[in-house]
């Protein structure tokens, strides 16, 4: 797999966006690579909005979080 021509393809679908996506859909029907360069469009829609790194951080702080909180609950054990 060429992953420049993969980004490329995903980029296309992104210009056919406007249309009817039922219809996409149904012409792209017998292409499997169709729905691959879609979710790959769609995966770096929301990487560039920002979404991505934003539940990154919301991931990090829960674990942080829970990593103190257990620290917490195994220190009170001990006393």
Avoid: P, V
């Avoid at 393809?9 to 210009?15: C, F, L, T």
């Avoid at 257990?70 to 220190?75: D, K, N, S, V, Y």
């Amino acid at each position: 797999m060429n992953l420049s021509e993969f980004a490329e393809q995903s980029q296309q679908h992104d210009i056919a966006s406007g249309t009817d996506k039922t219809m996409m859909a149904l012409l792209a029907n017998d292409q499997s690579s169709f729905w691959n360069a879609y979710r790959a469009r769609e995966l770096s829609k929301w990487i560039q909005s920002g979404e991505y790194q934003s539940c990154l951080e919301s991931a990090r702080t829960y674990e942080r979080r829970l990593l103190k909180a257990q620290e917490f609950l195994q220190a009170s054990k001990g006393e």
